[in-house]
């Protein structure tokens, strides 16, 4: 996986995350008026190490998803990965994650 695409996709959930956080705290204290702090503008992001590991633990659990899939699959004799594969093989695999 290239890391810009994990790097965008982390990006969008912190976003996301930041927005629902500042809509919570705003209802929260709308009696409240204060100054903000420095800590709820900051940006959050992920140095080059933690994005490196992150794309390696993707790599490798889509890889395993797949390969419990396709087992599932050849078990029941069909050459195709259905949904139905993915959704039995994922608890475990969660687990072993």
């Known amino acids: 996986m290239k890391q ?27 009696a409240e008026v204060g100054p903000s702090t420095s800590k709820r503008s900051r940006l959050t992001s992920a140095n080059a190490n933690a994005l490196k590991l992150s794309c390696e633990l993707l790599r490798v659990f889509v890889t395993e998803a797949i390969q ?4 599932m699959a050849e ?3 069909n050459h195709v990965i259905e949904a139905s594969h993915l959704e039995r093989i994922l608890p475990q695999l969660l687990l072993d994650f």
């Open 4 to 30: 810009e695409l994990i790097r965008t996709i982390f990006r969008l959930v912190w976003e996301r995350r930041g927005a629902e956080r500042e809509k919570n705290q705003f209802s929260e204290t709308e």
């Open 68 to 71: 419990r899939a396709a087992t």
């Open 75 to 77: 078990a029941e004799g």
